[in-house]
């Protein structure tokens, strides 16, 4: 764990102790079509990063996939991983207190897939995404996707509130959002092909987003 204070980690903290199930019960959309596509896939282990505390991870448990959840809040961490205690879900979790910033600790090609879902929207600049995406190509096996939403710069917060450099900006919830446009999704896809881009509104807490939908597929190797 990095030891400069993270204004931004300690904020999630504040939130997740304050209102637990702040994203709510209930798994998102996004990660029910995610689910489905992994599903026709044939992937069994996967990733999630900045997992929160877990609402999509646990129900990637329940359908049997192994996950491998990241989350730079302890609290996060420690709320799913008392969900799953609790779902006798334990055993296919390994969840960790992690700042993706630092890479990500597993070896090469060891998961089917990756997920996220308002991850790569934090504040991270360009080139911090730049090296966890990556990573994510590192760890993924050939063939493996990784399926991501991010906010837009069609979002009716994007350039609202105080600019946090790049294409940050904080809220009055204090919360910095890393905004997307369609050019930043082809860069950092560098490695990858891009399989899917589209656009969709995510009612989460407060108000309606507006996220893009991306998944990138690591290329199989090619035949010597
Ligand atoms: C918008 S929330 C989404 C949480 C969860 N995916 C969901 O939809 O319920 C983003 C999460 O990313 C985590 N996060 C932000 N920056 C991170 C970083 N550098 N490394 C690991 N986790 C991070 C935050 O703690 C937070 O839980």
Same mark, same amino acid.
């Given at each position: 764990?990095?030891?400069t204070?993270? +204004?931004?980690?300690?904020?999630?903290?504040i939130?997740?102790?304050?209102? +637990?199930?702040?994203? !709510?019960?209930?798994p998102?959309?996004?990660?029910?079509r995610a689910?489905?596509?992994?599903?026709?896939? !044939?992937?069994?282990?996967i990733? =999630?990063?900045?997992c929160?505390e877990?609402?999509?991870?646990i129900?990637?448990?329940?359908?049997?996939?192994e996950?491998v959840a990241?989350d730079?809040? +302890?609290?996060?961490?420690?709320?799913?991983?008392?969900?799953?205690?609790?779902?006798?879900?334990?055993?296919?979790?390994?969840?960790m207190?992690?700042?993706?910033?630092?890479g990500?600790?597993?070896t090469?090609?060891?998961?089917?897939?990756?997920?996220?879902?308002?991850?790569?929207?934090?504040?991270l600049? =360009?080139?911090e995404?730049?090296?966890?995406?990556?990573?994510?190509l590192?760890?993924?096996k050939?063939? !493996?996707?990784? $399926?991501?939403?991010?906010r837009?710069?069609?979002?009716?917060?994007? !350039?609202?509130g $105080?600019?946090?450099?790049?294409?940050?900006?904080e809220?009055?919830?204090?919360?910095?959002?890393h905004?997307?446009?369609l050019e930043?999704?082809?860069r950092l896809?560098?490695?990858?092909e $891009?399989?899917?881009i589209? =656009?969709?509104?995510?009612?989460? +807490?407060?108000?309606i987003?507006?996220?893009? =939908?991306? $998944?990138?597929?690591?290329?199989?190797?090619?035949?010597?």
């Amino acid at each position: 764990m990095r030891k400069t204070l993270d +204004p931004q980690r300690e904020h999630w903290d504040i939130v997740y102790k304050s209102k +637990p199930d702040y994203f !709510g019960e209930t798994p998102s959309e996004f990660a029910r079509r995610a689910l489905s596509f992994f599903k026709g896939k !044939g992937a069994k282990k996967i990733i =999630e990063l900045g997992c929160g505390e877990g609402r999509d991870t646990i129900m990637f448990l329940k359908e049997s996939f192994e996950v491998v959840a990241f989350d730079y809040s +302890p609290v996060a961490i420690a709320h799913l991983t008392q969900k799953a205690k609790s779902n006798q879900l334990s055993e296919s979790l390994t969840a960790m207190i992690h700042d993706a910033r630092d890479g990500l600790p597993l070896t090469d090609e060891c998961v089917d897939g990756i997920f996220s879902h308002m991850f790569f929207t934090m504040q991270l600049t =360009e080139k911090e995404l730049d090296f966890i995406f990556q990573e994510c190509l590192r760890v993924m096996k050939a063939g !493996g996707y990784n $399926i991501y939403s991010v906010r837009n710069i069609h979002d009716p917060h994007y !350039g609202k509130g $105080i600019h946090r450099g790049e294409d940050m900006w904080e809220s009055p919830q204090k919360f910095v959002v890393h905004f997307f446009s369609l050019e930043k999704v082809k860069r950092l896809a560098r490695g990858y092909e $891009i399989c899917h881009i589209s =656009e969709f509104d995510d009612p989460s +807490p407060t108000y309606i987003k507006k996220l893009y =939908e991306v $998944i990138l597929r690591k290329p199989e190797k090619k035949k010597e």
